[in-house]
């Protein structure tokens, strides 16, 4: 696909600082998204934003909200089973047969991300190469780092690894340190922007630019969410909350 001119200059620019009040709604941007993406690139826009959709299904099924609006799949559609991606409907099937994890849903994001990598692989999609082995292989050193505090096994809570090999000590020696939970969610998803920018490439026209602000927007719609619960600079910098 070419540049994505038109798309790039129609996207609302996202906030400066993580908490701050988006320009349009996650739905209203997501929308503009699946408005205008090509047809031969849709596939890897649906395989971005079917995040969303795994989070909703991880939810619902549990009797949990809220729902998240903006994803591939509506409400109707979840509570319908309509049009379901491949990845909920394999997970479904594996459950019914009795899945060996402590927390079963763990093996629904393994298959979820198994899919995303599996479409960044066929399209060749550099972005999506780059960016996701990342993201995984984060959740797994966090994961290992939070089993072993608690003494369980970690290969019950990582889903597939060794995609790269990344040196997250770091990460995890900062994230010690913390001891406001709020922050440590804070600094991870700076961590996620900063590795964000490393992997979108240098045009902005590109359609590896426009999944990178599919992330971005995602990390920034749910601290706009988060900061709109509760006084945010008074949890953030006032000890946490009372």
């Given amino acids: 696909m070419g540049a994505y001119y038109f798309l790039a200059c129609l996207l609302p620019p996202l906030p400066g600082t993580l908490g701050e009040k988006l320009g349009v709604s996650f739905p209203e941007a997501s929308a503009i998204l699946k408005r205008n993406i090509h047809p031969s690139d849709e596939h890897l826009l649906n395989a971005l934003l079917y995040s969303i959709d795994t989070a909703n299904w991880e939810n619902l099924d549990q009797g949990r909200g809220p729902f998240i609006e903006g994803g591939v799949l509506s409400k109707a559609d979840f509570e319908n089973r309509r049009e379901l991606p491949d990845f909920i409907t394999a997970f479904e099937e594996e459950r019914e047969k009795g899945i060996r994890r402590s927390y079963p849903y763990d093996r629904l994001w393994e298959i979820y991300y198994d899919n995303l990598f599996e479409q960044a692989r066929r399209s060749n999609c550099r972005y999506l190469l780059e960016y996701v082995p990342w993201e995984v292989e984060l959740r797994n050193s966090l994961a290992t780092l939070r089993a072993r505090e ?71 719609s749910r601290w706009e969410k988060m900061s709109a619960a509760f006084d945010f600079d008074n949890f953030l910098y006032g000890g946490g909350t009372t």
């Fill in 150 to 220: 608690i003494g369980k096994n970690p290969e019950d809570s990582t889903v597939h690894g060794q995609l790269r090999d990344y040196d997250f000590s770091p990460i995890l020696t900062q994230l010690k340190t913390q001891k406001n939970p709020l922050l440590s969610e804070r600094y991870l998803d700076e961590e996620r922007l900063r590795r964000i920018a490393r992997c979108e490439g240098n045009s902005v026209f590109a359609l590896d630019a426009i999944l990178a602000y599919v992330s971005r927007l995602m990390i920034f």
